[in-house]
């Protein structure tokens, strides 16, 4: 699968409790987002560009929030607390990806130990009827 370019969330993996214990199934973002009881900040990350770069990064992309005026957009930029893509979206996470062994692989930042054991931040991005499965999310080109 060729993954270098935008991406957009097209479902996300939402949990419900039965008595049968937890069962997850996979909701599209778009009845998310049109759900008004849903918080505004995980609506804002649905509403997230994901591009895959050339040089093995993931930039997780999304528009500036109401309110926020052009001063404030400037003075984060000079400071460097804050980077733009290309569209003008804000990028809010960098992670890196690669490919190893056939497989394309996400590095989640995550850090630890399981039983004295490191675990590896490093996950694979699963295919799914031309969607990527990454985290809780799938993602469709944009």
């Known amino acids: ?3 270098i370019g935008k991406w ?9 409790f039965t ?5 997850k ?3 599209k973002a778009a009845d998310v987002l049109a759900d008004e009881s849903v918080d505004e900040d995980e609506k804002q990350m ?7 770069t050339a040089d093995g990064k993931v930039q997780w992309c999304i ?5 926020v005026t052009q001063e404030q957009i400037d003075e984060a930029l000079a400071s460097g607390e804050l980077k733009m893509a290309d569209d003008g979206k804000m ?7 690669k490919e190893e062994d056939g497989k394309l692989l996400y590095d989640t930042g995550a850090k630890g130990e399981v039983m004295g054991e490191k675990i590896s931040p490093w996950v694979e991005l699963r295919e799914a009827d031309g969607a990527i499965e990454i985290m809780v999310y799938r993602l469709v080109r944009a």
């Not at 957009?8 to 419900?16: L, P, T």
């Not at 008595?19 to 069962?23: L, R």
């Not at 528009?63 to 309110?67: D, K, L, Q, S, V």
Request: negative net charge; without cysteine.
């Open 1 to 3: 699968m060729e993954i």
């Open 8 to 16: 957009k969330i097209d479902e996300v993996q939402k949990y419900s």
């Open 46 to 52: 649905l509403r997230a560009d994901i591009v895959f």
């Open 91 to 97: 990028v809010v996470e960098e992670k890196a990806w």
């Open 25 to 27: 199934t996979w909701q």
């Open 63 to 67: 528009p500036i929030p109401a309110g």
């Open 19 to 23: 008595d049968a214990g937890p069962k």
